[in-house]
Structure formats: C-alpha cells, structure tokens
C-alpha cells in the first residue's frame, strides 16, 4: 500500500537561469562552492549545508556580474 504524506520542504532552494552558465565565473562558483568540506551531519543533512551554500554564492556572484554589467553600461554613455 502507498501511503499519502504531505511534506512541507520549505521554500524552493533557488533559481538558476540558463543564460548564467554563459557568463565568466559561472562554473567557478559552483565547483566552489560544492567543494566546500561539511563536517556534520548525515548525508541529506550534509546536502542541505552544500546546497545553502551554493545559493548563498550564487546570489553573490550574480550581484558582481550585475554590478559589473551596470559599471560597463555608464562607461559607455
């Protein structure tokens, strides 16, 4: 018998668009990032930790490219 549960997993861990593994740095990040050691936890756990941990690079490398990509833009006018 299959059983119905309903599982609140929170908020969706993050967007990531196809356009940003065009830009510099992109793949950089992420490597990164997922490189980082988690030393507690057990193995979902230890997902969760590195999965934060890329969102949480991710919106940092995407304020720089869009900064950089504002700079650029006043430069030219």
Known sequence: MVKNRIVDWGPK???????????????????????????SGNSLEKVKTKMKGLKQALRQWREQVVNSEREKKKRKF
């Open 13 to 39: 861990p993050f967007k990531v668009f196809d356009d940003w593994s065009e830009l510099e740095g992109y793949k950089d990040v992420i490597k990164q990032a997922w490189e980082r050691e988690v030393y």
